[in-house]
């Protein structure tokens, strides 16, 4: 398993933007998929967006047009770009990691983002 620790969360006013940021413990190159998940109060996690090596990323309705996830292989880190944030995107931010397509899966503790109205 990858050890995962996400940071970059906060405060924001809606429309403004947040870039969250999730460093695995080791090379991120060959990882099967990497993404990340959300939980608002009260709802269940929820995909957000995920890369799968050598594929397309894939997103959420939500946020098309307005999130984007990246990884930066030399910093083995994966980012969540969040644009035009909203009041409904408020809920703690989760990374997620599995190192090949039958491997456990990795989970961050979170990071909590809350967009103000």
């Known amino acids: 398993q990858v050890q995962l620790v996400e940071s970059g969360g906060g405060l924001v006013q809606a429309g403004g933007s947040l870039r969250l940021s999730c460093a695995a413990s080791?090379?991120?190159?060959?990882?099967?998929?990497m993404g990340w998940y959300r939980q608002a109060p009260g709802k269940q996690r929820e995909l957000v967006a995920r890369m799968t090596h050598g594929g397309n990323p894939n997103y959420v309705d939500s946020v098309k047009g307005r999130f984007t996830i990246s990884t930066d292989n030399a910093k083995n880190t994966v980012y969540l770009q969040m644009n035009s944030l909203k009041a409904v995107d408020t809920a703690v931010y989760y990374c997620n990691a599995r190192s090949t397509p039958t491997s456990v899966e990795s989970w961050g503790k979170g990071t909590p983002v809350t967009v103000s109205s």
């Open positions: 080791r090379s991120i190159f060959s990882i099967y998929t």
